[in-house]
């Protein structure tokens, strides 16, 4: 047996949870629990459960070894299944909470001209060995082509391009009650959470968008644009987001869609063949601004596809921001896509846990959530430099804002000081040279010299 590499994975353990520790008292999360009414009248504590169950995925565990198996535990399995089942837990308040705390610190290292942007899609859940799962439908599956027995999981994330946070979700069964495999057996109150989650999950995900987004803003996150993909940039929705948020999304190319250009009502096609395009091999091919039947201004841009040579349509509400801006923030929809491998491939999702409680697939993908927030807020810590105190992160604001002259003064006036010491003769060799030096630096430079600069020195005398 080699004992080193046992050593070396126990000490690697007690790092990572004294990091997941850190992280719950950095962000007050038991607090955050009971606030959002997750509680036990008795037993273990509901920080402790929560944070064994966050912790299986980065021990290489699953729930049935990490917990059902684990003799060394202090609390038994069914303490951490009621605690996924429990039918007044607020576990959206708890994910949108949290997500709000780490935005806070991520906008202090944001830039003010940089995008920060909401993004909305959505993603399988998949459960094709599941029978006998409350809600279980048959969902389609973008990727595939195919329907297969599941769930929908609409997701709301936040991202400055360098950070993606989740901040909601919903995970819906089908409308369609023929769809539905499974049925709502367990008995509740119509007042509570878990009976809120049910009837959400049977309304169509467009009816969803307007309200998590309206939360995540009341909640005091902010962005300056909602990105969506072609799935959900219709021209209904598109009105109903706009009196939120800007509005940029891909387009889909069908003929029952129409917007008003050049005084009549065309699809996207006929649009895209009455413009005139840019020669060679430019990436934007044209662009143009429309009207949708509710009477809101959009613009189109037309992309090169650089797959099949085929073009694409982009949406946005914003008129006024250039064709390269709207192709640009666009590609932080890329994030959202990266962050459904992440929580499907190592954080495992859907796979941990095998509950045929509606209620337990909430709570359990809410805890996913979390450690996916755990991951960003750590690689965010430890790739920005402005993340090593206030005291960095204003010298480095000041060290960005300062001018060429202002940096040529001070060295300047360092260097009098140094002299000075040496006698009367290098003084006044010194002024002289100081004065001529800086004329000629604001005359070279054509500095408007609206401000007064004193001279510790007068080279006249």
């Known amino acids: 047996m080699d004992h080193s590499k046992v050593a070396s994975q126990t000490q690697a353990d007690i790092h990572v949870h004294g990091q997941i520790d850190a992280f719950f008292n950095r962000f007050r999360i038991g607090t955050l629990i009971h606030q959002c009414g997750i509680r036990k009248r008795h037993g273990h504590s509901v920080r402790s459960l929560t944070q064994t169950i966050f912790s299986l995925s980065f021990m290489g565990q699953n729930f049935y070894r990490g917990i059902v198996l684990n003799q060394d535990l202090p609390f038994g399995k069914d303490a951490a299944y009621e605690l996924l089942k429990g039918v007044r837990h607020n576990w959206r308040k708890l994910i949108l909470s949290l997500a709000r705390r780490i935005f806070l610190v991520f906008n202090r290292l944001t830039d003010d001209d940089r995008e920060s942007v909401f993004i909305i899609d959505d993603s399988t859940y998949d459960r094709s060995r599941s029978k006998t799962v409350e809600l279980l439908s048959r969902v389609y599956d973008h990727s595939t082509g195919k329907y297969i027995k599941g769930f929908r999981m609409l997701t709301l994330c936040w991202s400055d391009g360098a950070s993606c946070l989740p901040v909601d979700f919903a995970l819906l069964s089908s409308s369609d009650a023929q769809k539905r495999l499974g049925h709502n057996l367990k008995a509740m109150d119509r007042r509570c959470c878990a009976n809120q989650r049910r009837r959400e999950a049977t309304v169509k995900a467009t009816d969803h968008l307007h309200d998590m987004v309206n939360r995540a803003l009341k909640a005091g996150l902010t962005a300056r644009y909602l990105l969506m993909d072609s799935w959900f940039t219709m021209p209904a929705t598109v009105t109903s987001l706009a009196d939120l948020i800007p509005v940029i ?36 091919l044209a662009s143009t601004v429309v009207t949708l039947s509710s009477g809101l201004p959009c613009k189109l841009v037309f992309i090169r596809d650089r797959t099949n040579g085929d073009w694409l349509a982009i949406l946005s509400t914003d008129i006024g921001l250039p064709d390269k801006e709207i192709v640009r923030i666009y590609g932080k929809r890329w994030d959202i896509e990266v962050f459904f491998k992440m929580i499907k491939q190592h954080l495992r999702l859907a796979k941990e ?49 300062i001018t060429f002259i202002e940096s040529l003064m001070r060295i300047l006036e ?13 003084q006044k060799t010194f002024d002289a040279f100081f004065y001529v030096a800086m004329d000629v630096a604001l005359n070279t430079l054509s500095i408007v010299k609206n401000r007064t600069i004193s001279f510790s020195v007068n080279p006249e005398s």
């Open 414 to 426: 360092l260097t009098a000081d140094r002299m000075r010491s040496i006698g009367a003769y290098c």
């Open 353 to 401: 846990i095998q509950c045929r409680d509606f209620d337990a697939l909430i709570g359990h993908t809410s805890i996913v959530f979390m450690r996916y927030m755990f991951l960003a807020y750590h690689c965010r810590m430890s790739t920005d430099h402005r993340s090593f105190g206030d005291l960095f992160h204003a010298c480095c604001e000041e060290i960005r804002d």
């Open 249 to 284: 999304g891909m387009v889909k190319k069908i003929r029952t869609v129409h917007y008003r250009f050049q005084g009549q009502n065309l699809d996207l096609m006929a649009i895209y063949r009455r413009l005139r395009k840019r020669r060679g091999r430019a990436k934007i």
